[in-house]
């Protein structure tokens, strides 16, 4: 069966420090991956999706960066944070051609 | 652009009470999804319509899509306090890659 994996659960990052969130997928090849943030109490947000290694669709130009360096993992990045990329960070998968989207644990991050 | 609206935004309703919540997309869909985030957790996928007119339960869930596969809802029969949390519906976005999701109904249940 398929997992997704996030880490770290929680972060605590202070305003002008760099960001590096990872999510992987297990037990499936050539999913697509997208990441989410949700500000509390508000709605999905879609940052980026990526079809496949290297490739990566950016919907909201930001501050945050991501790249896909190998089939399964995805990473969400950031060079220097701003008090407002506080939120709660999501990673979804999904396979072929189906719609249904399949999320992860999240990574809640608060910068300081 | 493609948008999806949820209504409401927010329901508090007694246990044992019913709750419904509302879906309408700009565009004609192909399908449409809901998902339930319970606090504090992710968004989890309940059901997926395709069929113009369906109709699908699980347990005390109905959900509807519309006969102009434009609108869904998601109706509770007797809620109970697990069914505490965010109720999202999505649709597929233009890009085919990506769903456009509303910004959900929260739904809390007082015992």
């Known amino acids: 069966s398929q997992t997704i994996h996030q880490w770290p659960a929680t972060l605590v990052q202070p305003v002008g420090s760099p960001l590096s969130l990872e999510c992987t997928v297990e037990g499936t090849s050539n999913p697509n991956l997208y990441w989410y943030r949700q500000a509390a109490g508000r709605g999905l947000q879609l940052l980026f999706y990526?079809?496949?290694?290297?490739?990566i669709s950016s919907e909201v130009p930001q501050n945050l960066s991501a790249s896909r360096p190998q089939d399964r993992q995805f990473i969400l990045s950031s060079k220097k944070l701003l008090l407002s990329d506080s939120g709660f960070y999501l990673c979804a998968w999904r396979q072929g051609a189906s719609d249904t989207q399949y999320f992860g644990p999240g990574t809640r991050l608060t910068v300081l | 652009g493609q948008q999806v609206m949820q209504i409401p935004q927010y329901q508090h309703v007694q246990e044992g009470e019913d709750f419904t919540t509302y879906c309408n997309s700009s565009?004609?869909?192909?399908?449409i999804q809901w998902y339930k985030q319970r606090p504090g957790g992710h968004p989890v996928f309940l059901i997926q319509l395709v069929k113009s007119g369906e109709v699908k339960k699980q347990k005390r869930l109905t959900f509807q899509f519309g006969e102009a596969k434009k609108n869904s809802s998601l109706h509770i029969t007797a809620t109970q306090t697990t069914d505490v949390g965010t109720y999202f519906c999505a649709g597929p976005a233009n890009s085919g890659y990506a769903l456009n999701f509303g910004k959900g109904t929260s739904l809390l249940v007082t015992p």
């Open positions: 565009t004609t869909l192909s399908n």
């Open positions: 990526s079809v496949g290694i290297g490739q």
